[in-house]
């Protein structure tokens, strides 16, 4: 039996309260997909642009680590709760924020805000899922931080021509985290009650020789860096695809997105149940070598049926991917650390979207194409793929 649920359920009530936190906390980054304009619309220098547009990920990046050691699941309730009335202020601070100083403290606390929000709910919402329906489970919060990527764009246009500027739109999505206060509110009592009948050794912070000695457990060591290889392609997918597609001159990239998008979705909906059924490490590892042709001949479709066709590919692809690689992980690490060893895949994240961009303008400048950099990716990939082929990360789930 799992040590961290007296229920075998996935779907409980506070799992899925937890769920939608999470995606309260993506709603409020996936609104800011048109920062980089709004800024030049305020007048912001473009020197400082991109700048300012990579803060906060940046911010994320290095505050998560000094967090996550900190924080447990015995101080994550209050914590979540702390950093959603913190990010309805970050959110309409955005409508009085104008000046370069201010937005860089502004982006600096944006970025903290998110990892304390999504750290603490990550550590309770692991605790709510059945080892034997892990799989399923990391679909489920997979799920939850994609579908404001696929909405909240829509919604932002929608409204747009009906504000005085986007910075209506980023205040505005605080509505979110009020309703995730009220809801929390509803269920703490639940969530208290079903965390107090968890072992002790649990719900304690985790000391430092724990955390070194997790570290140095090669299953867990290598999925990380699978983990991380894989947000690096990912990253370079996100951040250059438009301009890959401007430069083929082949289709829509808006309709690029939300084709694969909308097949990632729907392969961890459809086919979380299936992931707890199957050979975890022979699916992720058929997925990855997908993955990689996929990557290459991107830069080649130079006519809409292969470049939609592989935009449903790559969302196949991910949608399997990500889900396997922390449902791995999930089953390789302790229970007392499964909230902390997630919430390293979401620094490996964070360290991606941050590293990426850099390392793609310094190998763009010099006059490299844009196919260079998916070539690249999917040399990411490879390194991923081998990860997973060694002997070390064949593990077995811990009951």
């Keep these: ?81 702390f950093s959603l009335l913190l990010l309805i202020a970050t959110s309409c601070a955005y409508l009085w924020v104008t000046t370069i100083p201010a937005m860089v403290a502004l982006r600096i606390v944006h970025g903290a805000v998110f990892v304390l929000l999504t750290s603490s709910a990550i550590a309770l919402v692991v605790s709510f899922i059945p080892t034997e329906k892990s799989g399923q489970g990391f679909s489920s919060i997979s799920i939850a931080t994609m579908i404001p990527y696929a909405l909240i764009p829509l919604l932002f246009e929608a409204l747009l021509p009906y504000v005085r500027s986007e910075a209506d739109i980023y205040a505005a999505v605080s509505i979110f985290s009020i309703a995730a206060i009220l809801l929390l509110i509803t269920v703490r009592r639940r969530i208290d009650d079903a965390l107090r ?45 438009k301009d890959l597609s401007l430069q083929l001159r082949t289709g829509n990239v808006g309709l690029f997105f939300t084709t694969s998008m909308a097949t990632m979705i729907a392969v961890r909906a459809f086919g979380a149940a299936l992931f707890d059924r199957m050979n975890k490490r022979s699916t992720l590892q058929k997925a990855l070598a997908l993955l990689i042709p996929c990557l290459i001949l991107l830069p080649h479709a130079t006519f809409p049926a292969p470049y939609y066709l592989l935009a449903a590919a790559y969302g196949l692809c991910l949608g399997v991917i990500l889900p396997l690689l922390n449902a791995l992980l999930f089953s390789a690490s302790p229970p007392s650390l499964r909230g902390l060893n997630t919430n390293m895949t979401l620094f490996a994240m964070d360290a991606a979207y941050f590293v990426m961009p850099d390392l793609g303008g310094i190998i763009i400048t010099p006059g490299a194409g844009f196919d260079t950099l998916f070539y690249i990716a999917a040399g990411f990939v490879v390194l991923s793929l081998a990860l997973t082929i060694k002997k070390e990360t064949l593990i077995h789930d811990r009951q």
């Design 197 to 241: 009948g968890m072992d002790n050794v649990l719900l304690s912070r985790p000391t430092l020789s724990e955390i070194r000695e997790n570290f140095r457990v090669r299953s867990v060591f290598f999925l990380l860096l699978a983990i991380f290889f894989i947000y690096l392609a990912h990253a370079t997918f996100f951040y250059f695809m």
């Design 1 to 81: 039996m799992n040590p961290t649920l007296k229920t075998q359920r996935l779907f409980t009530v506070e799992f899925l309260v937890l769920c939608l936190i999470i995606m309260t906390a993506f709603s409020n980054v996936s609104v800011f997909y048109s920062f980089y304009h709004y800024l030049g619309d305020i007048g912001i220098p473009f020197a400082w642009r991109g700048f300012l547009v990579g803060l906060e990920p940046m911010s994320a990046f290095l505050l998560r680590l000094l967090i996550l050691p900190w924080l447990h699941i015995r101080n994550a309730m209050p914590v979540l709760i």
